[in-house]
Nanobody
């Protein structure tokens, strides 16, 4: 089992920055991919960025250049640095982890709200 706890969301003005954190615990050795998703009200949950255990990184096209995903293995934490935020970035941001072992493979955090005011 893997537990994910997000933090760092909040209210920010357009053009501002936030850094989200996703702290993992439990069977973290089994995680091969960690990702950030976001879901705006009334919309589907969309991929923001992924990072593998080998530090391969990918971004959704619309996030490239403004968002940066990174990890601190010593803290078992994955970050999402978000710069030049826009009102359309307003959403609940979720951390996701895929486990390569075990009967359960997909884990989600509880989400953290990001609100960007114009």
């Amino acid at each position: 089992q893997v537990q994910l706890v997000e933090s760092g969301g909040g209210l920010v003005q357009a053009g501002g920055s936030l850094r989200l954190s996703c702290a993992a615990s439990g069977s973290i050795f089994s995680i091969d991919v960690t990702a950030w998703y976001r879901q705006a009200p009334g919309k589907q949950r969309d991929l923001v960025a992924t990072i593998t255990s080998g530090d391969s990184i990918n971004y959704a096209d619309s996030m490239k250049g403004r968002f940066t995903i990174s990890r601190d293995n010593a803290k078992n934490t994955v970050y999402l640095q978000m710069n030049s935020l826009k009102p359309e970035d307003t959403a609940v941001y979720y951390c996701y982890a895929h486990a390569k072992l075990g009967s359960r493979r997909d884990y989600w955090g509880q989400g953290t709200q990001v609100t960007v005011s114009s």
